[in-house]
């Protein structure tokens, strides 16, 4: 889910820097290799970032609390970049595994039902928040909007 919203920041990304030429070297170096050793061309890319986490909880731990939740969030934002951005590339030889294809199809049938879950519930978040519909919460925030409006015309 966190992907679907990061998706169009890592496209303008890529289209800033020369990732589309990288990426078709890359998938042409793919499609020579087995599923297992596509695998590892998967796998390895997302190893170095470990270490800039340990760098972002040694910050923590060493009390810089801006620097380290920065350096923490940049460090997740760059492993999911990279991880879609590998594979987008390996998937289809990732996919020829059985048991590959099982735990992607088993992962996908989850995020559908989180998804069918969450959905309904973000939009009445949403509605409650535009202060739509004739429920409770719309009708204080509606409220709490004319008071705020009020106070700040009285000044």
């Known amino acids: 889910m966190l992907w679907d919203h ?15 030429a990288f990426k078709q070297w890359l998938s042409d170096r793919v499609d020579t290799l087995s599923p297992a050793m596509t695998l590892i061309v998967f ?23 801006l620097s380290a939740i920065v350096t923490i969030i940049f460090a997740k ?17 990732l996919l ?35 202060g739509d519909g004739d429920g409770w919460s719309s009708r204080m925030l509606r409220l709490i909007q004319r008071f705020r409006k009020s106070v700040h015309e009285a000044r």
């Not at 990061?6 to 589309?20: F, K, N, Q, S, Y």
């Not at 997302?46 to 270490?51: S, T, Y």
């Not at 059985?98 to 559908?112: K, N």
């Open 96 to 130: 020829e595994m059985q048991w590959f294809e099982t735990l992607y199809e088993f992962i996908m049938g989850l995020r559908a039902k989180a998804a069918a879950l969450v959905d309904p519930i973000k939009v009445r978040i949403v509605e409650a928040l535009r």
């Open 77 to 93: 934002f760059l492993g999911v970049g990279v991880a879609a951005f590998i594979f987008d590339v390996t998937r289809p030889k």
């Open 43 to 65: 796998i390895v890319p997302v190893i170095p970032l470990f270490p800039l986490k340990l760098v972002g909880f040694w910050l923590l731990t060493h009390e810089y609390w």
């Open 6 to 20: 990061l998706e169009p920041i890592v496209a303008r990304a890529v289209a800033l820097i020369p990732l589309r």
